[in-house]
């Protein structure tokens, strides 16, 4: 059974950096395929899509607006984990991680790639 | 980046209705196209992808269709557990991006 759980501080005060971990079983970030993204979503807003990293280690960012983030993935604890520097109240969301599986259809060539799992989120207010 | 919208923003309807919702891309992504329905205080579940696959264990009165910029979530007869919030999103790209939402309220 593929599970995602997200972790982290509740609370984090403008300027500071956030890091939040998603913990992953059921799947292996090595094997072919596989990726992991972060999604957020503001009080009564709609999905964003932050990040990902993909089974060989290549990283894709959000570009809009530009921050800095960085995705990473430590795959002895089969983890991924987010940092985002310098936040600020904007940054107040619901943080999801998910993985992206894919499935290739009958007469096709390409990967269908779709976010199959989902973690249960975690709250992150930021305020000083 | 492609954007994605969705018409309408929300929607009110009955028990029993048939719906339907759209997308529109800015960009042709082919029938790289997901949706995903989110219950409040829950994460998104996905319901479609590719444009018109049904995800295991979703129900059949759920359909997409569409190729190209426009696609259609169906929803053929409205179940009381259907009222919910709709998301498309595209996998034709990274960044991936997602539409604003569709709400569906009774």
């Known amino acids: 059974q593929v599970t995602l759980t997200e972790s982290g501080p509740a609370l984090v005060k403008p300027s500071q950096t956030l890091t939040l971990t998603c913990t992953f079983t059921?799947?292996?970030?090595?094997?072919?395929?596989?990726?992991v993204s972060w999604i957020r979503q503001p009080p009564g807003k709609a999905l964003e899509w932050l990040a990902r990293?993909?089974?060989?280690?290549?990283?894709y960012y959000s570009t809009s607006p530009r921050r800095t983030l960085t995705i990473s993935n430590d795959t002895s604890k089969n983890q991924v984990v987010l940092t985002m520097t310098k936040v600020d109240p904007a940054d107040t969301a619901t943080y999801y991680c998910a993985r992206e599986y894919y499935d290739i259809l009958a007469g096709q060539i390409y990967y269908y790639y779709y976010m199959d799992v989902w973690g249960k989120g975690i709250p992150v207010t930021v305020s000083s | 980046d492609i954007q994605m919208t969705q018409s309408p923003s929300s929607l009110s309807a009955s028990v029993g209705d048939r719906v339907t919702i759209t997308c529109r891309a800015s960009h042709t992504i082919s029938n790289f196209l997901n949706w995903y329905q989110q219950k409040p205080g829950q994460a998104p579940r996905v319901l479609i992808y590719g444009a018109a696959v049904l995800q295991r264990g979703v129900p059949p009165r759920f359909s997409g269709s569409g190729s190209g910029t426009d696609f259609t979530l169906t929803i053929s007869s409205l179940q009381p557990e259907d009222f919910a919030t709709y998301y498309c999103q595209q996998s034709y790209s990274t960044p991936r991006t997602f539409g604003q939402g569709t709400k569906l309220e009774i």
């Open positions: 990293i993909d089974w060989d280690g290549a990283e």
């Open positions: 059921g799947f292996s970030l090595t094997t072919s395929g596989m990726r």
